[in-house]
T-cell receptor, first 113, second 112 residues
Framework: AQSVTQPDIHITVSEGASLELRCNYS??????LFWYVQSPGQGLQLLLK??????LVQGIKGFEAEFKRSQSSFNLRKPSVHWSDAAEYVC???????????FGTGTSLTVIP | DTGVSQNPRHKITKRGQNVTFRCDPI?????LYWYRQTLGQGPEFLTY????????KSRLLSDRFSAERPKGSFSTLEIQRTEQGDSAMYLC??????????FGPGTRLTVL
């Protein structure tokens, strides 16, 4: 069965520091992988996606993610965090005949000055 | 591209009442998905449509839940005889490619 694990429920970083959010998935085939950001009162905004090809993908707002098949991981990174990056980050894998998404439980990011 | 819209944004109801939510997808997106998100959890798949056909339903979608997409455009999700356990954020997403999904702001349901 498909599943997504985000081991870190909450992360606190200082503004300007680097960030890595972890995401591990379980899926039998080559997955479609996504990172979304969710702010209070907002829906899920797509940050980036991986379908195939280059395993390092660039997204919006300076985020990138790397697909590592051997580790079943799709970790999200940002070299320098801004206060406005504080939000909930959710990883998802698209699977099934309808490509419905399976989500992790999310990682809440706090940015301190 | 005006994005996915959902109405209402918030709904408070009493246990046992029926509620209906609406989702308007991005124009010409043929796939539409419903998810439910409870506090501290990621969204969970409920059902999806391709055009007007409802092609898959999750086991989470009990017989008190029904979804429609009558003309392949907007969709409604109805919950009958609401229970406190139905309190959640209900998210709608649409897709043209069947891969990338674009989400609406959600409808937050509170059942008292």
């Amino acid at each position: 069965a498909q599943s997504v694990t985000q081991p870190d429920i909450h992360i606190t970083v200082s503004e300007g520091a680097s960030l890595e959010l972890r995401c591990n998935y379980s899926y039998g085939a080559t997955p479609y992988l996504f990172w979304y950001v969710q702010s209070p009162g907002q829906g899920l905004q797509l940050l980036l996606k991986y379908f195939s090809g280059d395993t390092l993908v660039q997204g919006i707002k300076g985020f990138e993610a790397e697909f590592k098949r051997s580790q079943s991981s799709f970790n999200l990174r940002k070299p320098s965090v801004h206060w406005s990056d504080a939000a909930e980050y959710v990883c998802a894998v698209g699977a099934g005949t309808g490509n419905q998404f399976y989500f992790g439980t999310g990682t809440s990011l706090t940015v301190i000055p | 591209d005006t994005g996915v819209s959902q109405n209402p944004r918030h709904k408070i109801t009493k246990r046992g009442q029926n509620v209906t939510f609406r989702c308007d997808p991005i124009s010409e997106h043929n796939r539409l998905y419903w998810y439910r998100q409870t506090l501290g959890q990621g969204p969970e798949f409920l059902t999806y449509f391709q055009n007007e056909a409802q092609l898959e339903k999750s086991r989470l979608l009990s017989d008190r839940f029904s979804a429609e997409r009558p003309k392949g455009s907007f969709s409604t999700l109805e919950i009958q005889r609401t229970e406190q356990g139905d309190s959640a954020m209900y998210l709608c997403a649409s897709s043209s490619s069947g891969v990338t999904q674009y989400f609406g702001p959600g409808t937050r349901l509170t059942v008292l």
